[in-house]
């Protein structure tokens, strides 16, 4: 799922049960984060490595009840919760239904639930089964469409076509729930960069979501991409922002552009804020501060 998000392991002392690896989003560090499963259900994308050796594993759903009675006992305050590992809306519905209504019985402050889905996963559960979890709290979905170009997401075997995620981000939207989507600047090197940047545009145009970020891939060590795969510059980087950001037609979203990969942080909102965005970066670009032979100056950790 989500190479560039925080990694945070959740120290407390609450009860909770964690296995490392623990990623949750950077908006979600203010959670108390419940790992229902271990590692992803898929974990064949080529540029993540988050839980790369990690079997997949979802937690008996009787451990996770009592495991909420006992950690509201302690944290009857919390507010906001997110579910973990990757793609929790692949998990049957049946099993979630009750873990929700577990926490909304035993967090009576309880505001929002969020976690991490796929489209293909958000897509296989009904529109019906979707507004109960709504009306139970559910509020974020956090989702990877990577790429809007369909030759880019099969090169990193992402097993997703934009064409689902779209489908999955309209459905999920119209049940009230709000989507927060990712892409990657760099995931399509220097051969596939403009038609990766044009692509993901037109995507997102058709999702028209509540949250729309942009990350920068990293390639870490151990990570082998596609064949002929080259990392962009620094300058380059900034360059297939523009891009994104020149295609982009949406009613009315949240931008970010602010994450440690990203070499000069953005935020915005759309569309009042295009035109905005794209002198400043043109201007950027015209500067000499921006290295046109490697990717930069790289984040200590992601």
Do not use: W
């Amino acid at each position: 799922m989500r190479l560039f998000f925080i990694c945070m392991l959740f120290n407390s002392d609450t009860p909770l049960k964690y296995k490392e690896p623990l990623f949750r989003p950077p908006s979600e560090a203010d959670s108390l984060v419940l790992q229902i499963s271990y590692g992803c259900p898929h974990n064949k994308c080529l540029f993540c490595p988050m839980y790369k050796g990690v079997r997949h594993e979802i937690r008996p759903l009787t451990d996770i009840l009592s495991e909420i009675d006992k950690v509201s006992l302690k944290r009857i305050e919390t507010s906001r919760i997110f579910l973990a590992d990757a793609d929790v809306m692949d998990i049957e519905f049946s099993y979630l239904k009750s873990v929700f209504e577990k926490l909304n019985s035993c967090f009576p402050n309880l505001s929002r639930i969020s976690m991490y889905a796929n489209g293909s996963s958000i897509n296989n559960k009904s529109a019906e089964e979707l507004t109960v979890l709504k009306n139970l709290k559910l509020h974020t979905l956090y989702m990877g469409l990577e790429s809007g170009d369909e030759k880019l997401l099969q090169l990193v075997k992402k097993d997703e076509t934009a064409d689902n995620m779209i489908k999955a981000v309209i459905k999920t939207q119209h049940s009230g729930i709000r989507m927060c989507v990712f892409a990657l600047l760099g995931l399509g090197g220097k051969k596939y960069s403009e038609q990766h940047a044009i692509n993901t545009a037109i995507a997102v145009n058709k999702m028209n979501p509540k949250f729309f970020a942009v990350l920068r891939f990293i390639k870490v060590p151990g990570l082998r991409m596609y064949e002929g795969y080259e990392t962009i510059t620094e300058y380059d980087s900034i360059q297939e922002l523009y891009r994104i950001i020149e295609h982009l037609e949406l009613s009315s979203t949240v931008f970010r552009a602010d994450h440690t990969s990203i070499p000069i942080p953005i935020s915005a909102r759309f569309p009042k804020d295009k035109q905005t965005l794209l002198t400043y970066l043109s201007t950027l670009l015209k500067s000499s501060s921006l290295d046109k032979k490697s990717a930069g100056i790289l984040p200590d950790s992601l």
